[in-house]
Antibody
Framework: EVQLVESGGNLVQPGGSLRLSCAAS????????MHWFRQAPGKGLLWISR????????GYADSVMGRFSISRDNAKNTLYLQMTSLRAEDTAIYYC????????????WGQGTLVTVSS | DFVMTQSPDSLAVSLGERATISCKSS????????????LAWYQQKPGQPPKLLIY???TRESGVPDRFSGSGSGTDFTLTISSLQAEDVAVYYC?????????FGQGTKVEIK
């Protein structure tokens, strides 16, 4: 059974940093691109970042470019999102999702982890 | 950049009745190389992550009930729930995967009348 479990969400002050993790199991992690999304309270879905199977190719939404960094450890089957210079508008539930990879479809999602940026 | 616009924002349908959601893309998501529409539909129930329902505009994901169907091409798409069940109460999102912005519509909330 495919499982994605996010962790690391917390309350952080504006300007602070946080690292999210996404532990994957039930599939061959290093065969799939992976993505991060977020959903502000009561709002819609926003794609944040993607990473290739070997970690060498990444992409970011304009809203987080230069502040967030995606990475992965294929030996640990874990995806990461390092977030810096956090702003109030980064407050959201953050989801990791598996990319089907044969085509870019997000076929499995984690339950999400809540990041709150507030003083 | 893509803009995906769904209508209506919400709708209330009686159990067993049809629910129809529209999604319009600011640009075509039809690829000339493979004649496929890069359009997906997701269902998000309260407190849960999104679930992939339909891709290529009309292909149901494995395990999705056949009361869910997708149609359309180019810039105009429709998700239809042919006979609404109580477990279909959710927010539905269309999403383009034509380019790497992976833009979602704003969502349509489906409730029971």
């Amino acid at each position: 059974e495919v499982q994605l479990v996010e962790s690391g969400g917390n309350l952080v002050q504006p300007g602070g940093s946080l690292r999210l993790s996404c532990a994957a199991s039930g599939f061959t992690f290093n065969s799939h691109w992976m993505h991060w999304f977020r959903q502000a309270p009561g709002k819609g879905l926003l794609w944040i970042s993607r990473i290739s199977t070997d970690g060498k190719t990444t992409g970011y939404a304009d809203s987080v470019m230069g502040r967030f960094s995606i990475s992965r450890d294929n030996a640990k089957n874990t995806l990461y999102l390092q977030m810096t210079s956090l702003r109030a508008e980064d407050t959201a539930i953050y989801y990791c999702a598996r990319d089907r990879t044969t085509v870019t479809l997000f076929d499995y999602w984690g339950q999400g982890t809540l990041v709150t940026v507030s003083s | 950049d893509f803009v995906m616009t769904q209508s209506p924002d919400s709708l209330a349908v009686s159990l067993g009745e049809r629910a129809t959601i529209s999604c319009k893309s600011s640009q075509s998501v039809l690829s000339s190389s493979n004649n496929k529409n890069y359009l997906a539909w997701y269902q998000q129930k309260p407190g849960q992550p999104p679930k992939l329902l339909i891709y290529w505009a009309s292909t149901r994901e494995s395990g999705v009930p056949d009361r869910f169907s997708g149609s359309g091409s180019g810039t105009d798409f429709t998700l239809t729930i042919s006979s609404l069940q109580a477990e279909d109460v959710a927010v539905y999102y269309c999403q383009e995967y034509y380019d790497t912005s992976y833009t979602f519509g704003q969502g349509t909330k489906v409730e029971i009348k």
